[in-house]
Structure formats: C-alpha cells, structure tokens
C-alpha cells in the first residue's frame, strides 16, 4: 500500500510539471483528463482500504465500543499477546492500537464466563443485535437454554462496517473477497480470548450476509474445537463448511427462505410489491436493508428455529458443565 500511495504521488507530481509546461491544447486536456482519473482511483483506493477496523461492543450498555480503561489490571503476558497480535494484523497504525484496546476490553468482558456468543448482522455488517430484533429473540433463547445447563453467558456484537460511504465500499470489497481480510480479523479476537481461557467456548452467531464472515472464521477455527457456529438465512451462492461444531437454518419451518434457496424472481417480485405497497406479506424478511424475501425472518419461537438450535446445544453444551475457572 505503500508503494502504491509512493508511485501515485510521483505520478500527480509529474502530471503538474507536465500541466506548467505544457501550451499545448490537446495535451492539456488529455493531462486534465489523466489527473481527474488518477485522482478519482486514489479517492476509491483509499476508501476501499483505509475505512477503519471493525469493533466489538457491548449490547448490555448501549452497544459502545469495547474500549480498555485500565491495563495495570491486567497479566503483562496478555497485553503483550494483545500487542503483538494486533501488529501482525495492521502493523504499526492507530488501527493497531484499536485494536489492542478492544481486545484487552473483551478480556475484561470474559472474565468469569463460560460461554461468549458473538453476533454478526446480516446487511452491511454496521447493525446491532437491538437493531435485528428476530436474532434477538434467537439469542434471549439460546441464553435462557445455557443457562439452565448452569452457563454463564455474554454477548458481544461485531460490528464489521462503519455505515457511511468508504465503510460500504470495504464491505463490498470483502464480499467479492469472501471477507479474507474481516474473517482473520474475527479469527484472531477469538483466539486470542480462547487461548488466555482455556475453558472458555465461543458461539459465532450470524444471520444473512453476515453468515459469510461467520463461516470464513470457522476455516480459520477450524482446530479450535472449542468455537461453534449458529447462522440462519445464508445467500444462496454460499457453500458452508459444514462441520459438527456448525449450525445453519435456511427454513425457518413456515416458509422457505427465498434467498437461501436463490429464488431471485420471487425476491425481486416481492420487493416490487412491497414497495408499490401491494403486498402485506408478513414473513418477508430483508436483505441489504431494501430487497424482500420470503422466509428470511428467523425468531425463535418458530419451529423451524428453536428446536434445532436446542438440540444443537444439547449435544454440544447439555452433557457437561464446564466453566472457565
């Protein structure tokens, strides 16, 4: 990256010189024309790649941002992992120190935990678990179900995307990219806290879009046996890894989910209506915050929904209580 900002710089310098010198019509236009191009891909490089990392917050306070308050609480080996992990994944940047803050924060937050399900929404990755009010249904259920195994549970939301313009630009990016970049970032939080509590087990939770990024960071889990996966309503051109230690719910046992099962003229046709205001299809869930698609809400009290999830947990978390201390 930095090579490239070095020889786009040499380029606009040059153009400059060029654009003095130069009396010549025609080259003055082609120059103009060359430094307005040049301009707009630098414009685009930059909000594709420099549009922030994605954060951990806290939906029990009003979804802040993880942030640590005090490091002289903590072990001076796992501020050193924090450290030295988050240079791996941005070098020596802001980002970087970001990064170390809200993984020491989520160190904090585990303490005393035996299980942490961490959300990623469906759409642009910017929303909250408050904000996806089916999934929050989803997990108040599997809370009150680990908790009657005698489980301490937390929740953290994963907030991939800042929503405005250079934060949907990177989120297109990591779709076309099957979220490489986000994934190892996700990847590594769960590994970092994994390893610092050896009892302590994960729950990557997804719905929609989001189930991407989820499946993604299980291929990187994919030996931690101690990380589990729950998704519902993933895109049809997705192909999961499915595995043991993962869940995926395409029905949610009313209706068929429409963009699971990449029934795209169904898609399209709903949304027409809905928004010519003709249909009062109830069971039409969104996708990317406009499109409407039949059977792509999952609560919790629907079949299709609950008693999957319950017997996923009970084969993995109902035969022993394991706590982290």
Aim: aromatic share 12%; with cysteine.
């Amino acid at each position: 990256m930095t090579w490239l900002t070095t020889r786009t710089q040499h380029y606009l310098s040059y153009l400059v010189r060029e654009f003095k010198r130069s009396s010549r019509k025609g080259w003055l236009g082609g120059s103009i024309l060359a430094l307005i191009v040049t301009c707009f891909l630098v414009v685009v490089i930059s909000l594709v790649f420099f549009s922030g990392i994605p954060v951990f917050q806290n939906p029990e306070s009003g979804n802040e941002v993880l942030a640590i308050q005090q490091v002289s609480s903590i072990q001076p080996s796992v501020v050193a992992d924090a450290v030295r992990l988050s240079q791996e994944l941005y070098g020596p940047s802001q980002e970087a120190k970001e990064m170390v803050s809200q993984l020491l924060a989520a160190y904090t937050l585990c303490a005393g935990k035996d299980i942490i399900i961490v959300f990623n929404s469906g759409g642009w990755g910017s929303t909250s678990i408050s904000q996806s009010v089916d999934w929050e249904s989803i997990i108040s259920g599997i809370k009150k179900k680990l908790s009657q195994y005698g489980y301490r549970v937390a929740t953290i939301n994963y907030r991939r995307t800042q929503y405005n313009f250079p934060g949907i630009l990177n989120e297109l990016k990591e779709m076309v990219t099957g979220y490489l970049t986000k994934a190892r970032d996700l990847a590594c939080r769960i590994e970092f806290l994994t390893r610092h509590y050896p009892k302590l087990r994960v729950i990557l939770a997804g719905e929609s879009i989001g189930t991407v990024i989820c499946d993604s960071a299980m291929n990187y889990l994919k030996n931690n046996d101690r990380v589990f996966s729950i998704q519902t309503g993933t895109p049809f051109w997705q192909k999961n890894t499915i595995s043991d230690r993962t869940l995926v719910l395409n029905d949610n046992g009313f209706t068929p989910d429409a963009f699971s099962h990449g029934k795209v003229m169904t898609i399209l046709i709903t949304s027409l209506k809905n928004f010519l205001g003709l249909d009062d299809n109830r069971d039409s869930g969104t996708v990317l915050g406009f499109l409407s698609s039949p059977g792509h809400e999952y609560w919790w009290q629907d079949p299709g929904v609950c008693l999957p999830i319950e017997d996923f947990l009970s084969r993995h978390f109902g035969v022993e209580r394991k706590y982290a201390y």
